[in-house]
């Protein structure tokens, strides 16, 4: 039975810094104080493009972080940066990683943690920008330095991300751990430790928190999807067939749509040919 790789889910809040919500309904989770933005799981290698070695893709659609204009004022002389607060200063890198903008995302964040170097959001903001850029190293320090200020779940998920870029699963998979300490039903943190369970050889383990992902939001599409790979794989098809038709009808990206049929296409000339 082949086994199917998935990859680990970062959400936009995750990757923007954004304190960590409990699920949220309609698709997936998403940054807090944004629109949600369905997450994409990854499609066994036989039904979609090749895994690549980089961070999971933000869905194009997507909108980076929370946009509230009303809170940040005009980007002028008027608005000095001398006199923003961190939370301030994070939400103009904010603006800049909206736009793409990630050198002066950066060049910001440089200057706020200058200012103040033991912000433990400021460090989750860049370190999740380093993150997304992928640059493991550095989102590894700037992570650390923010669990070491105050703990927070959606930090874990992150941290949990680099330390797996450099193949640490048993450190990545404590973090995971703690996050879901501080906030049991946290998807996010649920999500990525299934990934890393059925990575690491857990079926069982991944079963559970799929499972679990599930109870706390049925709405949510991704969660089915992997399911559904596990499922297979352990041969429970009738099962896994269920899932992924379940992933169709609550998915609204129409390219995971049409993988997710493409497989269900697949798996069911299997059935036929192996009853």
Partial sequence: MPRYLL?????????AGCKPKTAEKET?????????AEAQPTAPPEAATPRTSGPPTIPPDAKAGPLDLSKIGPHQ????????SPDEWASVALMYQAKGQFGEALATLDQAIARYPDDAHLLAVRGALWLQLEEYTKALADLERSLKAAEDPGVRVNYAEALRRFGRNEEALASLDKAL???PDYLPALFNRGVLRYEMGDEEGALADFDRAIEIDPTAAAPYFNRAAIRWALGQ???AIADLDAFIER??????????EDLRTSWLEQMEANP
């Avoid at 997936?28 to 949600?36: C, D, K, L, R, V």
């Avoid at 002389?77 to 923003?84: I, P, V």
């Avoid at 998915?251 to 997710?260: C, L, P, R, S």
């Fill in 237 to 239: 098809r009738k099962e």
């Fill in 251 to 260: 998915t609204t990206v129409e390219e995971w749509k049409q993988t997710a």
């Fill in 28 to 36: 997936t989770p998403a940054a807090a104080g944004a629109a949600a």
């Fill in 77 to 84: 002389e008027a608005y000095a940066h001398e006199s923003l």
């Fill in 181 to 183: 300490e501080l906030a």
């Fill in 7 to 15: 990859a680990l889910l970062l959400t936009l809040g995750l990757l």
